[in-house]
């Protein structure tokens, strides 16, 4: 199984996939996922003949159930980690949700100034800051989180079969087309990590302030994300983060969800493509 072991004996598990000359993509998956929730991004782009690289977050699918480092800063460093032992150059790092948070803090702490990025893509990301502080008053409660919390103790598989039934992919709306396999894989994903990992995770992406980040990340970015995203408002996400950044392109889609990416594939890999060809 490829894996990396970081400096505090974390082991990473990645898929690296395609040509090793070809220019790579790297994906960031969301909180409580793991690299198979790639898996028709990662098919689109080595067909189309770019090298594809996804890991699992510390804690999460196949890497390490650790009980420290469940933080913005650690899954930085474990992503240098594993762009270091890849040696991958002129990269365009795309993440989702928790993912483009760990994207940001990438970018901004190792990759640009590494000289390894070449573009970014934020993905219905969690920047700058979701939680609802004095200074950021458009955001979500922190009584929103302590939920999440509560179900994640009470009953992890019930909640983790309820939020991709409900929220994330819309299938709660009227005339939604509901995929019972898309919910099963969500599932599967968030039940193979650590109940520990995703529970302390919840602070990691609700309650890290993100803005200096975006303001540090000078190359090309791609921001993504649906108006009706349940998860991660869109006015206090994407919105937000193309004006923090120096070289931000925003595209908003009526009607998406937060799982965009998997409900709308052909619509989202298209233009991903077109920003990555661009």
Do not use: C
């Not at 949700?97 to 990025?117: D, L, M």
């Not at 929103?144 to 939020?163: E, I, K, P, T």
């Not at 200096?212 to 791609?222: A, G, H, N």
Request: charged share 20%; no cysteine; proline share 5%.
């Amino acid at each position: 199984m490829p894996a990396i072991t970081t400096k505090d004996v974390t082991q990473i598990f990645y898929k690296d996939w395609g040509p090793k000359d070809a220019q790579p993509i790297m994906f960031h998956h969301g909180w409580p996922l793991s690299s198979d929730d790639w898996d028709n991004q990662m098919l689109f782009f080595l067909a189309n003949g770019y090298r594809v690289i996804a890991h699992d977050r510390r804690g999460h699918g196949r890497s390490s159930s650790v009980d420290t480092g469940h933080d913005m800063n650690h899954y930085a460093a474990d992503v240098s980690a594993v762009v270091e032992h890849l040696d991958l150059k002129n990269t365009i790092h795309v993440g989702h949700s928790t993912g483009g948070g760990e994207v940001a803090r990438y970018v901004a702490k190792y990759g640009e100034p590494q000289g390894r990025v070449s573009k970014a893509v934020l993905i219905a990301a969690v920047p700058p800051l979701m939680v609802k502080t004095e200074t950021n008053p458009s955001g979500t409660p922190i009584d929103v989180f302590d939920g999440f919390r509560r179900q994640l103790a009470a009953n992890r598989s019930q909640f983790y079969h309820d939020v991709p039934s409900g929220p994330f992919y819309g299938f709660n709306r009227a005339g939604a087309k509901v995929s019972q396999g898309i919910i099963q894989n969500w599932w599967r994903q968030g039940m193979m990590g650590s109940a520990l990992a995703h529970y302390e995770g919840i602070k990691a992406f609700s309650e890290t302030d993100q803005t200096e980040d975006l303001k540090s990340i000078s190359v090309p970015t791609l921001v993504m994300q649906g108006d009706d995203d349940q998860i991660v408002p869109y006015k206090n996400a994407a919105l937000l983060q193309v004006m923090f950044l120096e070289n931000g392109t925003l595209k908003i889609y009526p009607g998406f969800p937060h799982g965009l990416m998997t409900t709308h594939a052909d619509v989202i890999n298209a233009d991903l493509l077109s920003f990555i060809q661009s």
